[in-house]
């Protein structure tokens, strides 16, 4: 499926954003936006689509679990707003409380996305409890377990689009928002597996896998929080690190490389690196490579980079 989704994900940016240079890897903040708005409106459309039809079977088949999967349907479409605000909110000037501007709001908004999953998840594991005590009938039905798989393969589809999109613009946002679709695909496998055991008799089913619906939508949502909250706190992101050394070495003239340090402030990053030169060059010339050093770092990972200059005695490491 990863090639398939590849493939929308490609014709869904060509078709509505414009002037990209490189589809596969942006780092332009208004670029990031385009791209967070584009997986934030067709999940808004698909769930919308899926929770209507949800709460029509989940009535009509008196289902808590379906139910209870069609809320979590609904409440993605809140977390799409939220990362169409979340993104928008980040993108506001920087000022002079906020010399570094506002992506980190991203980040935030990853924190209530967290926190609106976990809300749920409790929330419909009271529900199944109060459904397993009463031992509810529910109805089973062969039509409605092949539309809640149908619905889950929809759902890991956009699952997979958002995870695409969001590795492209390397937004933890977006990943977050993907594995809400994907709880919700899971969830849909658990329900048509209740709605298949009720028709059968086994009414309990249905309330037990709300249980794991439940649990699946906690658990997700602890995972999300946790990574937020530590990108929030100021994580270091050991990849970002080595990409950063591995362009300042890439320059003539640099030697080694030490200290280096990140700052994530979500669509865009302060990098500080320091460089060993020779000692025998002139400070012009070492002054020349820090700035080529700078710039490239500047273009590769959009941030904004300091270079100390250190000065070594040249050696043979021969």
């Known amino acids: 499926m990863n090639a398939v989704t590849r493939s929308i994900s490609d014709f869904l940016i060509k078709r509505t954003i414009k002037d990209v240079e490189n589809i596969n890897e942006v780092t332009d903040p208004n670029q990031r936006r385009a791209f967070a708005y584009l997986e934030a409106w067709l999940s808004i459309i698909g769930n919308i689509v899926l929770a209507i039809m949800k709460f029509a079977f989940g009535f009509v088949l008196n289902s808590i679990s379906l139910i209870a999967d069609a809320v979590h349907t609904a409440s993605d479409v809140l977390t799409s707003l939220v990362?169409?605000?979340?993104?928008?909110?980040?993108?506001?000037?920087?000022?002079?409380?906020?010399?570094?501007g506002h992506?980190?709001?991203?980040?935030?908004?990853?924190?209530?996305?967290?926190?609106?999953?976990?809300?749920?998840?409790?929330?419909?594991?009271?529900d199944s409890y109060e459904r397993l005590k009463a031992n509810t009938p529910v109805k089973g039905?062969?039509?409605v377990v092949g539309l809640m798989l149908l619905a889950a393969l929809l759902k890991e589809l956009m699952s997979q689009i958002s995870i695409d999109?969001?590795?492209r613009i390397s937004s933890g946002t977006l990943i977050a928002d993907a594995w809400h679709h994907r709880t919700d695909a899971i969830a849909?496998?658990?329900?048509?597996?209740?709605?298949?055991?009720s028709g059968f008799g086994y009414y309990k089913a249905d309330a037990i896998l709300g249980f794991g619906v439940s649990a699946l939508i906690i658990w997700t949502g602890i995972e999300i929080f946790r990574d937020s909250s530590s990108k929030l706190i100021g994580e270091t992101d050991s990849a970002d690190i080595?990409?950063?050394?591995?362009?300042?070495?890439?320059?003539?003239?640099?030697?080694?490389?030490?200290?280096?340090a990140i700052h994530d402030y979500g669509n865009t990053k302060q990098v500080v690196i320091h460089i060993e030169v020779d000692e025998s060059l002139t400070m012009i010339r070492a002054h020349e490579?820090?700035?080529?050093?700078?710039?490239?770092?500047?273009?590769?990972?959009?941030?904004?980079?300091?270079?100390?200059?250190?000065?070594?005695?040249?050696?043979?490491?021969?």
């Open 83 to 100: 990362v169409i605000f979340g993104f928008k909110l980040s993108s506001l000037p920087a000022d002079e409380k906020h010399p570094h």
């Open 103 to 126: 992506g980190r709001i991203e980040f935030i908004a990853t924190l209530i996305i967290a926190i609106m999953l976990i809300f749920v998840g409790v929330k419909f594991g009271f």
């Open 141 to 143: 039905s062969y039509l």
């Open 165 to 167: 999109l969001g590795n």
């Open 188 to 197: 849909s496998v658990l329900v048509a597996i209740a709605i298949l055991a």
């Open 242 to 260: 080595d990409t950063v050394e591995q362009l300042a070495l890439s320059i003539a003239g640099v030697h080694s490389t030490h200290d280096v």
């Open 289 to 318: 490579i820090a700035e080529e050093v700078e710039q490239i770092v500047n273009q590769k990972m959009f941030a904004s980079t300091t270079v100390h200059v250190d000065r070594i005695e040249e050696y043979d490491p021969l």
